[in-house]
């Protein structure tokens, strides 16, 4: 006897949904941890000590030359003097190498984050994070906060300026590459192109010498040049910071290097646990408040 229509679409309907069990039985399923476990085996390994360096067993550093204070000490970067030198030590650390295992090299700064393949594994120069050099470049997360800072001779106009406004007629200067210059073109905006320079001593030079008004340089580096290098002159004032987020200090990396993320890694460690201030306090403990140009 024919089943009736309604009972028929029960039955079929019933051996459906048995046979969609049996075939989502059958199929493979996705490992509840797939997701952390496909995470940890692409990531790099940061075993302590045997990063895929340049040479192995050994960490190469590098810097420019000459090697300023307050980042270096003596011109000798390899002493763990001065804050950037103490750092680089303390990232090292971190990642596995002791003082014997660091080689410095000498990298003049503009080349440091310039495309192309580096013969370090990361560079410790004063440069500044930023979208425009992580096109060429990786950088670890940032070391250090830093504003940069306006120089004068004391008695000049220029030591008489309280704002950006008072800047703009006047003769500035800084180094070549740098987010100083980029503050004196961005910031300041000033009636009379800014006078740069290959390095800092030839901007504090043209400083002594009257041929500009002021320079402009990151704050610590300004209270070294008034404290130990050029007596008769006074910082000025710092400057606010252009956005939301500070400008930051970091450590550059080949474009898409391995070590980026262990690097990374080491610098916030050492942010965590207290050892980047205790470094900062210790060599930068001069660049406290100074006037902020508005």
Do not use: H
């Amino acid at each position: 006897m024919p089943f009736a229509p309604r009972v028929l679409r029960r039955v079929l309907a019933g051996a459906t949904v048995a046979l969609l069990a049996t075939a989502v039985g059958c199929a493979p399923q996705p490992e509840a941890d797939a997701s952390a476990k496909s995470s940890g085996s692409a990531g790099p390994s940061c075993a302590q000590g045997k990063l895929a360096t340049k040479t192995s067993g050994k960490l190469t550093i590098a810097t420019d030359q000459p090697a300023y204070e307050p980042w270096f000490k003596d011109d000798d970067p390899s002493n763990g003097e001065g804050f950037e030198s103490a750092v680089a030590y303390a990232v090292a650390e971190k990642l596995g190498y002791g003082e014997d295992a660091v080689v410095w090299q000498s990298v003049p700064f503009n080349k440091a984050f310039a495309p192309g393949e580096k013969t370090f594994d990361f560079d410790i120069n004063q440069v500044s994070v930023s979208d425009e050099r992580r096109k060429a470049v990786d950088f670890s997360s940032g070391y250090y906060d830093v504003r940069q800072a306006v120089v004068a001779l004391k008695g000049s106009k220029a030591a008489k300026a309280t704002g950006v406004a008072d800047l703009k007629g006047l003769k500035l200067g800084a180094q070549v590459g740098t987010t100083s210059l980029d503050y004196i073109e961005d910031i300041v905006r000033p009636t009379r192109d800014a006078a740069v320079y290959g390095k800092n001593d030839q901007a504090k030079s043209a400083l002594r010498n009257g041929q500009v008004d002021a320079i402009v340089v990151d704050l610590p580096t300004a209270f070294y040049i008034t404290a130990a290098e050029v007596t008769d002159a006074e910082i000025v004032g710092q400057f606010e910071n252009k956005g939301g987020a500070p400008e930051q200090f970091g450590l550059v990396l080949d474009k898409g290097s391995a070590l980026t993320s262990c690097v990374t890694d080491a610098v916030d460690a050492l942010r965590e646990d207290g050892t980047l201030a205790e470094i900062e306090q210790r060599w930068l403990s001069d660049a406290v408040d100074a006037p902020v140009l508005k």
